[in-house]
């Protein structure tokens, strides 16, 4: 039946609680997950009610200061993604979507979920490259195809390559670039390919390389990089949904960075750039990676709390 937004609000806010509550008194792992993060019970009620209408949460709270009533289509979209986050799954799968700088993302298990310190790394991609519209940028495991599609949306690319060992998440990938040409009509073309790492940019048969005969001017990615041995501190959040070949890496994590930074420079335009995402704890050794690999002006960038996040570094002219 029916219901007031703002009932539905507070029937979500007190699940949620609730939830949070049980799993607090049963899980040491939930409550240093819970610590990691400030989000309320009744903040992630506002965000989860307002994606499942698709609508911002300003518009939410708009609309229940308006004393808005769901019917009940709503209402029952609205409770199975409750029961799901209930269940312990992820915010961003249990209502199907997920925020990333412009985009509003579909999302699901086969992808990993988009993360504030990822927009950092398309917001230096997009830095190093301002001075110099045109050009190539490749997205090395795109996934949900986050980096590709905020590039060709909010860069001056020619074109933008997104590559991903995952064929499920290139369908995920290529269902959300349907969405964002309609919506980003000046956007960038996207295309798509699979493969891992480098592998598909063959030079020795450069026919078969979706570059071609031409050099990227931006490599971005957001590789695997943490270690196997590691997975036991991951909160359950993360080491139990989402997609472990986006987040593991052999070599205690290092396997992807070494593969990326020693292949790169074949791939780049001479000047062109290498932006990664990094893990705080490996920084200062992929930085020292980059530099044994010939790159030029490396650096290491804090994202938004501080953490070194983001390696950026040149290829020699």
Not at 193 to 218: C, I, K, M, T, Y
């Amino acid at each position: 039946m029916a219901e007031s937004l703002r009932a539905v609000l507070a029937r979500v806010t007190t699940s949620l609680t609730q939830s949070l509550t049980q799993s607090l008194a049963t899980s040491q792992a939930a409550l240093a997950e819970r610590e990691e993060t400030t989000v309320s019970p009744s903040q992630e009620a506002r965000w989860l009610v307002s994606a499942v209408l698709g609508v911002t949460p300003a518009a939410l709270v708009h609309r229940m200061m308006e004393d808005a009533v769901l019917e009940d289509d709503a209402v029952a979209r609205v409770d199975r993604a409750l029961a799901r986050r209930g269940a312990g799954e992820p915010l961003a799968y249990a209502v199907g979507t997920a925020a990333f700088r412009e985009l509003v993302l579909a999302v699901d298990r086969r992808v990993l979920i988009p993360r504030p310190e990822t927009e950092v790394v398309v917001g230096e991609a997009l830095r190093v490259t301002a001075d110099r519209p045109g050009g190539i940028a490749v997205d090395i495991g795109t996934g949900s195809g986050a980096i590709a599609l905020s590039l060709a949306c909010e860069g001056r690319f020619d074109r933008v390559i997104a590559t991903d060992i995952s064929s499920d998440a290139l369908d995920v990938a290529r269902a959300n670039a349907v969405r964002v040409a309609a919506a980003y009509p000046g956007a960038a073309p996207v295309a798509f390919v699979a493969g891992a790492d480098l592998a598909p940019f063959d030079e020795a048969q450069p026919e078969n390389s979706p570059l071609g005969n031409a050099h990227a001017r931006v490599l971005v990615s957001n590789p695997p990089y943490i270690a196997y041995d590691e997975a036991g501190a991951l909160p359950a959040s993360v080491r139990d949904w989402e997609p472990p070949v986006a987040l593991f890496a052999a070599e205690q994590g290092m396997a992807r960075y070494q593969a990326l930074l020693s292949g790169a420079p074949r791939i780049l335009e001479p000047g062109g750039w290498i932006v990664l995402e990094l893990d705080a704890r490996r920084a200062r050794q992929t930085a020292v990676l980059a530099e044994q690999s010939g790159f030029e002006a490396v650096q290491v960038i804090a994202d938004l709390s501080g953490r070194e996040r983001v390696l950026v570094a040149r290829r020699g002219s």
